[in-house]
């Protein structure tokens, strides 16, 4: 068994203000203050100010000289500068689990596609399990592909991309059909190797998430 270190202290902070930039509850521009934080969560000044390091990693808070830190302001511009990015790291993802997959993959990345088929078809689809479970994918796709640096420049991504859905959770919740039949259709592309058509269909899957994002911040 692999050994499998603890959260430090500065990651859960930062796991737990990621999911308060993500949500809303932090609005983009507040300022985060780091006396108040390290007070209000009871923990050392040094921790907080790790756990905003990991935040700017991820996209969700800008750490500016003399003037502190704030959650990243957020609009379709950005939005769409974001999933530009992200989408290419996705393309070179999907093309490397195109060349790399082996008969014993097969079930790995097929649960976590059929896991995410299944959450989006449950009525009222809740948009947290649909995001996690979107991730999910992502996730059984790395393991396979074994890349450490594009595993972790996904990983950064993370969460500014789960932000935008958060923050444009009901046009999301009406594009679930154009999601459901992403992955329907990724699956069998990956499975015959065949990297174009999976090109297309993540280039197609990021415009309409673009699409969606646009119109909520509109």
């Given at each position: 068994?692999?050994?499998?270190?603890p959260?430090?202290?500065?990651?859960?902070?930062?796991?737990?203000?990621?999911?308060?930039?993500?949500?809303?509850?932090?609005?983009?521009?507040?300022?985060?203050q780091?006396?108040?934080?390290?007070?209000?969560?009871?923990?050392?000044?040094?921790?907080?100010?790790?756990a905003?390091?990991?935040?700017?990693?991820?996209?969700?808070?800008?750490?500016?000289?003399?003037?502190?830190?704030?959650?990243?302001?957020?609009?379709?511009?950005?939005?769409?500068?974001?999933?530009?990015?992200?989408?290419?790291?996705?393309?070179?993802?999907?093309?490397?689990?195109?060349?790399r997959?082996?008969?014993?993959?097969?079930?790995?990345?097929?649960?976590?596609?059929?896991?995410?088929?299944?959450?989006?078809?449950?009525?009222?689809?809740?948009?947290?399990?649909?995001?996690?479970?979107?991730?999910?994918?992502?996730?059984?796709?790395?393991?396979?592909?074994?890349?450490?640096?594009?595993?972790?420049?996904?990983?950064?991504?993370?969460?500014?991309?789960?932000?935008?859905?958060?923050?444009?959770?009901?046009?999301?919740?009406?594009?679930?059909?154009?999601?459901?039949?992403?992955?329907?259709?990724?699956?069998?592309?990956?499975?015959?190797?065949?990297?174009?058509?999976?090109?297309?269909?993540?280039?197609?899957?990021?415009?309409?998430?673009?699409?969606?994002?646009?119109?909520?911040?509109?």
């Amino acid at each position: 068994m692999d050994f499998q270190a603890p959260n430090t202290l500065a990651e859960q902070i930062a796991g737990y203000m990621a999911k308060r930039i993500m949500t809303g509850q932090i609005q983009p521009g507040q300022r985060i203050q780091e006396a108040n934080l390290a007070t209000e969560l009871k923990v050392s000044r040094a921790s907080v100010k790790e756990a905003l390091y990991t935040l700017e990693r991820w996209h969700l808070v800008e750490i500016t000289p003399r003037k502190g830190a704030s959650a990243t302001q957020i609009n379709a511009e950005y939005a769409t500068e974001l999933y530009d990015v992200y989408m290419h790291l996705l393309i070179m993802l999907a093309t490397r689990l195109c060349e790399r997959w082996k008969e014993d993959d097969k079930p790995l990345v097929m649960d976590a596609v059929n896991r995410i088929v299944a959450t989006v078809n449950e009525p009222g689809a809740d948009i947290t399990a649909v995001v996690e479970a979107s991730f999910g994918v992502m996730e059984a796709a790395c393991a396979v592909v074994n890349n450490p640096y594009l595993t972790e420049s996904l990983s950064n991504f993370k969460p500014a991309v789960s932000r935008t859905y958060y923050l444009s959770a009901q046009r999301y919740r009406q594009g679930l059909i154009h999601t459901l039949r992403f992955f329907t259709e990724l699956q069998p592309a990956v499975l015959a190797r065949d990297s174009a058509t999976v090109r297309t269909l993540i280039e197609d899957f990021a415009e309409q998430q673009k699409n969606l994002i646009r119109k909520a911040m509109a």
